[in-house]
């Protein structure tokens, strides 16, 4: 997770973070939610 969220970040450093439990982005109105769950 944090190798993406370091691409995330690196690709558009203005990009807004938050969190529900999970790694959430947004920009322009794009949206980008991230899970790491155990079970596939």
Known sequence: ???LRKIIHDA???I???KWN???FSHNG???AVDASREM
């Open 1 to 3: 997770m944090a190798k």
């Open 16 to 18: 807004t973070e938050w």
């Open 30 to 32: 794009l949206v980008v």
């Open 22 to 24: 999970n790694a959430v």
């Open 12 to 14: 558009d450093p203005a």
